[in-house]
Nanobody, 119 residues
Framework: QVQIVESGGGLVQPGGSLRLSCAAS????????MGWYRQGPGKQRELVAT???????NYADSVKGRFTISRDNARNTVYLQMNSLKPEDTAVYYC?????????????WGQGTQVTVSS
């Protein structure tokens, strides 16, 4: 089995920064894709940022230029640096890892970490 553990959420004022971390552990040979989704109050879960093992990234338009995703493949860890945070970034942020690109059953999710942007 694979475990996904997120950390780094919290309360921050508008314009502030937070860094989320996510570590995957367990029976892992390699991870194709890791990244972050979020679900705000009364909203559907949406993509925030993803990164594949070769370094390619994908960002939601709403976070481009403010958020940066990075990975440490040796540690099976992904990070999300969030700058210039806005109240609309308030959400539970979920990390995922997909081990094989063609296999949705190889996708694992964390429990989520709360990010609240408020003055």
């Amino acid at each position: 089995q694979v475990q996904i553990v997120e950390s780094g959420g919290g309360l921050v004022q508008p314009g502030g920064s937070l860094r989320l971390s996510c570590a995957a552990s367990g029976r892992i040979l390699s991870i194709y894709s890791m990244g972050w989704y979020r679900q705000g109050p009364g909203k559907q879960r949406e993509l925030v940022a993803t990164m594949i093992s070769t370094g390619g990234t994908n960002y939601a338009d709403s976070v481009k230029g403010r958020f940066t995703i990075s990975r440490d493949n040796a540690r099976n860890t992904v990070y999300l640096q969030m700058n210039s945070l806005k109240p609309e970034d308030t959400a539970v942020y979920y990390c995922y890892a997909r081990l094989r690109p063609w296999d949705t059953s190889s996708e694992y999710w964390g429990q989520g970490t709360q990010v609240t942007v408020s003055s």
